[in-house]
């Protein structure tokens, strides 16, 4: 792991190489302040690839966290602090919840983001689009500069992209 991070989504690239000057906070400290969402780098480029891929239909993904803590790895925010981790697959669970409206591809308590692309754009959120507490938008030419956080009012959220593995999970 590497101690770079990229804040993303101010319509360029922020680089802060020192853990000690970068804002860790999820909900802002003093009014002004934008929540700042973390996401793993490689989670960003699965995304970014899924997105591409799918073009020129929509992609629309529940995402979820692994919190700062339980990275095997020390990667200098706070413990509790949410990292955006995990995608799960739309398709998960589609015959039960078109019969009985019951999300079963979600594990409860889980997915609290979603990760949308406009193909066609605008980058920004529309009435359209399914709606979570964070939203990951992305438009051509799916890369990082054309990917952004917004909460579900539609306002612009920091985005910071985390060089750092998830721990690794097993199926009991």
Not at 79 to 108: C, K, N, R, W
Request: charged share 30%; with cysteine; aromatic share 4%.
């Amino acid at each position: 792991m590497t101690d770079e991070r990229r804040v993303v989504g101010d319509g360029g690239h922020a680089t802060d190489e020192d853990d000690s000057g970068h804002s860790t906070a999820v909900e802002p400290d003093a009014p002004g302040e934008r929540r700042c969402i973390h996401v793993t780098r490689g989670l960003v480029d699965v995304l970014l690839d899924m997105a591409e891929d799918a073009e020129p239909q929509e992609t629309n993904l529940v995402l979820a966290p692994t919190p700062a803590g339980d990275f095997d790895d020390d990667i200098g925010i706070d413990p509790e602090t949410p990292v955006l981790t995990h995608f799960y697959m739309a398709e998960a669970g589609g015959s039960v919840s078109a019969i009985f409206g019951v999300d079963l591809g979600t594990p409860a308590g889980r997915g609290r983001a979603r990760f949308i692309t406009h193909p066609q754009g605008p980058f920004e959120l529309t009435e359209r689009d399914d709606l979570a507490a964070v939203v990951l938008l992305a438009v051509p030419p799916w890369e990082e500069e054309t990917l952004a956080a917004f909460d579900r009012a539609g306002r612009k959220l920091d985005l910071v992209v985390v060089d750092a593995e998830p721990p690794e999970e097993e199926l009991a």
